[in-house]
């Protein structure tokens, strides 16, 4: 008897469900790297378009910690009465920063110390007061007649030991070049609104070489970089001819732009009244030295240099009007970020299949 021809199904079943779950997985990465792609992309396009940080209060009012409510600025009364210091935490030209304590908060105390600088100081207050937002250190309170400012108080204290934090065993997560990147983010930021402030363009003076500007900036607990030190904000006016000159002294090193170099050779003593006052694309030219600080020497930091050389290229022009703005320079920092986070999520699914 001729037996009929039996098929087994059974073979081709494993291949089936092995293709199904296999496009399922695949339909699945990509889904997931798309949500996030997208995510991030709304994220990183609107840091920094909205000046105003939602947890702020009215001008002339603070929150601190989790205390929903918002309080007045302290008095000189307030300050005096309430405000314990703890220790000196540093010394500055103008000021002297102690770690203090108000109603269990810790928080700065910033007092004067050389009477000579007293201008800088206020100025300084001035411009805290003036610039309350999220690139801008929180003020607590002031007392003019003393000279005291008090502010909130961050831990991890200025970008200057940002290498030595990243190396905590707490934040060694955060020693990526994504993160690094981020912080140079926050950092062009920051420029980007000094230059485009209520008061006007100002020029961050405060910055004759990469320590100095370092010293200027706070690292928040969040991995968020704050501007601390408004002492030296001069004003730029272009409609009104004014241009601006930072300090009275001579300025060297290859860190300060070309500009700020005195133009007349070494056989001409250097004189304060005949130096050419400058813009704020001085600032734009010490971006590309602050960033490498901030890229650092971790995997992947490398890739990062690269795509910003071009505009790194454009920062270090000679002639500051061929420089670009910070704005320009953010907009293509956020660029790189997205599309280098797009191109890790692609080589992740690539991987995983």
Known sequence: MEKKPHFVRREFLPREVSSVSLALLLGAVLLLNALLYLCLTKFYSSLGRGETDPSLCPFGYFRLGTVKNCSPWLSCEAINREVRKLKCVGEGAVKKVFLSEW??????????????????????????????????????GYCEQQFTILTEYHPLG????????????????MNTWHRRLMLAIDYVSIIRYLHNSPLGTLVMCDSSDLDKVLSQYLLTSDFHVLVNDLDALPLVNRSAGRLVKCGHRELQGKFVAP??????????????????????????????????????????????????????????????????????????????????????????????L
């Open 103 to 140: 109603k269990e908060n810790k928080v700065v105390l910033s007092q004067l110390t050389n009477p000579e600088l007293k201008e800088d100081f206020l100025h300084g207050l001035k411009m805290l007061k003036a610039l309350q937002s999220k690139h801008v250190v929180r003020l607590l």
């Open 158 to 173: 200025s970008l200057r030991g940002l290498n030595e934090t990243l190396h905590i065993p707490r934040y060694k997560g």
């Open 259 to 352: 500009e700020q170099h005195w133009p007349y050779g070494e056989e001409v003593p250097f004189e304060d009244d005949l130096m050419p006052p400058y813009d704020e694309k001085t600032d734009i030219w010490k971006i590309p030295d602050v960033s490498n600080f901030f890229l650092g020497h971790v995997e992947g930091s490398d890739i990062v240099r690269l795509h910003l050389f071009d505009i790194h290229a454009a920062c270090k022009k000679k002639d500051p009007a061929e420089r670009p703005s910070a704005q320009e320079v953010l907009d293509t920092y956020r660029k790189v970020l997205t599309l280098l986070i797009r191109e890790t999520a692609m080589t992740g699914t690539r991987e995983m």
